[in-house]
């Protein structure tokens, strides 16, 4: 009954580090996202994939790439961060085509902290 | 930019009392959705409303779309402290757009 996994939890990297954040869903869906969640903003969509092999931009797509190796797994790497990268990470997972009715189910998040 | 504006941002009340929190936008939606976020834990679905005027009930919690399908309302009815959270609304757009609000966060005094 694990739903959406994302590890690691918590992760501190130093300034120009590359890190993967990884993703992975058991519900069989199709689309999965990532998002960023800060303060006061609310969370904000990095990239998502409809389906293995595509994938798309979100509003703050700047400084992240994004593998979407089958269906089950949807990994965010930072090539080399920066301190404006700080924040918590999430990744959810929905059936169907993006952004439908369906509900997103969310993982427990990534907390990164770079120096 | 579309912005999607939680009020309020904080709300703390005592226990039994009802209260009522807004998502507003000056954009139409195709459908709205509301998250409850607990800390360390990510979102998680309360409700999906699509039509505009809907209104749907979730126990204490009643949900209302607006009829131009721009705003809703969440009012919780005889606040109970687990109805402690981070209160998200999420519009999507279209096919390739949702945004989400800032957020309210509740907190409801024992």
């Known amino acids: 009954n694990a739903g959406v996994t994302q590890t690691p939890k918590f992760q501190v990297l130093k300034t120009g580090q590359s890190m993967t954040l990884q993703c992975a869903q058991d519900?069989?869906?199709?689309?999965m996202y990532w998002y960023r969640q800060d303060p006061g903003m609310g969370l904000r969509l990095i990239y998502y994939?409809?389906?293995?092999?595509?994938?798309d931009k979100g509003e703050v797509p700047n400084g992240y790439n994004v593998s979407r190796l089958n269906k089950r797994e949807f990994s965010l790497r930072l090539e080399s961060a920066a301190p404006s990268q700080t924040s918590v990470y999430f990744c959810?997972?929905?059936?169907?085509?993006?952004?439908?009715?369906?509900?997103?189910?969310f993982g427990d998040g990534t907390r990164l902290s770079i120096l | 930019t579309q912005l999607l504006e939680q009020s309020p941002q904080f709300l703390s009340i005592q226990e039994g009392e009802n209260l009522t929190v807004y998502c507003n936008s000056s954009s139409v939606f195709s459908s709205l959705q509301w998250y409850r976020q607990e800390p360390g834990e990510g979102p998680v679905l309360l409700v999906t409303v699509v039509t505009g005027g809907e209104v749907k009930k979730l126990k204490r919690l009643t949900f209302q779309f607006g009829d131009a399908r721009k705003d809703s309302s969440l009012h919780i009815t005889a606040a109970q402290p687990g109805d402690t959270g981070l209160y998200l609304c999420?519009?999507?757009?279209?096919?390739?757009?949702?945004?989400f609000g800032s957020g309210t966060r509740l907190s409801i005094r024992p």
């Open positions: 959810a997972s929905s059936e169907g085509p993006p952004f439908s009715n369906q509900p997103q189910h």
């Open positions: 994939s409809a389906s293995e092999g595509t994938t």
């Open positions: 999420a519009g999507a757009m279209s096919a390739s757009k949702i945004i």
């Open positions: 519900m069989n869906h199709n689309s």
